[in-house]
């Protein structure tokens, strides 16, 4: 006899599904929302899959820029330094450095920061671990090198003064921000001028005096040999504040560049160096009176720990300010690179770093030398306009 569908239901019985049970659907109690069927959607499962790995690869690689929209807003601005200085100025004639090497000798740099996933690596020298060749880190606790290195080639969230220079890191100093061992920053500057060969080597060693650095200490030697080789040499005056005795070495040497910091209103900031008019007996004269020059240095922005919800952080002292003067200044090489090498060539590595130098004094507007403001406040642009004017 044939079953009637509309009244009855075929279930399989629990403990053996090839067995049939036959419910009737009148009956008392029984649940007439038809159960719901389960069907495997394999392809579907798969289609989802390669879309999520899809969408994933898409974040890695676009990740600056999503860091750059999402943090962007939440960041707090010191663009007024890169507009003040005259760096933005320079850069919209359309120079980032490109061509110019620049060495940092700090605690390392961390390149997992998402504004520093873009940069053209020269080389990192690692005299703080074991492996002088090891791959780039940073040790500091602060991440002091990483901070450097961000006012300089930073993109991103915010753009640093000179992106386009092949960058050299040499780990020198340890978590502290000190030298760890005997001849490490004199090691580092020698790999910078030597075997990097780089154009501007920026010390940011804006600390107390580092018993390793002393006068005629192997820090010294090399960077006595970088200038000889024609290298510009830029240091941080310090952060002892008025009652220093000097700026700190190697900023105290003469054709070093030395750096020191002014606040949001140009005016000096609280712990930058001053500058001694003599050095071991001898009066120092134009353009060499220290510090030479200042740059914003207080609350300045810059990438930091990348493991951080917000990876940047505010830095303050003479180390921040001496980048900004090697990012103007490799804007301006850039400008002025065929006409530079060839008076360096014609006219020999003193005479060159002179003419740095004194175009640097000419571009301030400081009647006289202060020995904690320098002979001014950096103006990218008039620096740029005196080296034109005095190149040949």
């Known amino acids: 006899m044939p079953l009637d569908t509309r009244t009855v239901q075929l279930l399989p019985e629990p403990e053996d599904p090839g067995m049939m049970t036959v419910i009737d659907r009148d009956a008392p109690g029984y649940d007439q929302t038809p ?19 899809v969408l994933l690869a898409a974040l890695v690689f676009s990740y600056p820029t ?29 120079l980032d450095g490109s061509g110019v090497h620049i060495c940092i000798v700090d605690t ?11 940069i053209n690596l020269g080389g990192f020298l690692d005299l703080v671990g074991s492996d002088p060749e090891g791959p780039p ?37 340890g978590p502290t921000g000190y030298s760890i061992k005997d001849g490490a920053v004199g090691e580092a500057v020698e790999w910078c001028w030597k075997t990097q060969q780089a154009d501007i080597i920026s010390l940011s060693l804006g600390g107390e005096a580092d018993p390793s650095i002393a006068i005629g200490g192997p820090t010294v030697t090399s960077v006595e040999d970088a200038l000889e080789s024609g290298v510009v040499v830029v240091a941080a005056a310090g952060n002892q504040g008025e009652n220093s005795s000097d700026v700190s070495t190697p900023a105290s040497i003469e054709q070093v560049i030395a750096v020191g910091a002014t606040d949001r209103y140009g005016s000096p900031w609280k712990d930058t160096s001053r500058g001694s008019p003599s050095l071991n007996g001898e009066q120092r004269e134009d353009p060499n009176l220290k510090p030479e020059i200042t740059a914003p ?5 810059s990438t930091n720990d990348p493991s951080l919800s917000i990876p940047y952080a505010s830095s303050s002292g003479t180390s921040v300010s001496t980048v900004f003067v090697v990012g103007s200044l490799a804007l301006i090489m850039e400008k002025h690179m065929s006409e530079l090498n060839e008076y360096k060539e014609t006219n020999g590595s003193a005479l060159y770093l002179d003419l740095i130098k004194n175009s640097l004094q000419q571009s301030m507007v400081e009647e006289k030398h202060d020995s904690r403001s320098g002979y001014g406040l950096l103006d990218a642009v008039s620096w740029e306009r005196k080296i034109a004017d005095s190149l040949p």
């Open 297 to 301: 240095g207080e609350d300045i922005i």
């Open 35 to 53: 159960p719901r069927l389960i069907r495997s959607h394999s392809s579907e499962k798969s289609w989802r899959g390669a879309a999520l790995v």
């Open 108 to 118: 390392g740099i961390d390149l997992s920061h998402p504004a520093l996933s873009e």
């Open 66 to 94: 999503i860091e750059s929209i999402l943090f962007g807003p939440l960041i707090p601005t010191s663009e007024w330094a890169f507009e003040d200085t005259g760096v933005r100025t320079l850069q919209s004639q359309g």
């Open 137 to 173: 880190i940073e040790y500091g606790d602060d991440h002091h090198g990483t901070m450097m290195a961000g006012i300089l080639v930073s993109s991103g969230a915010f753009e640093g003064a000179a992106t386009g220079v092949t960058l050299s890191v040499a780990a020198a100093l």
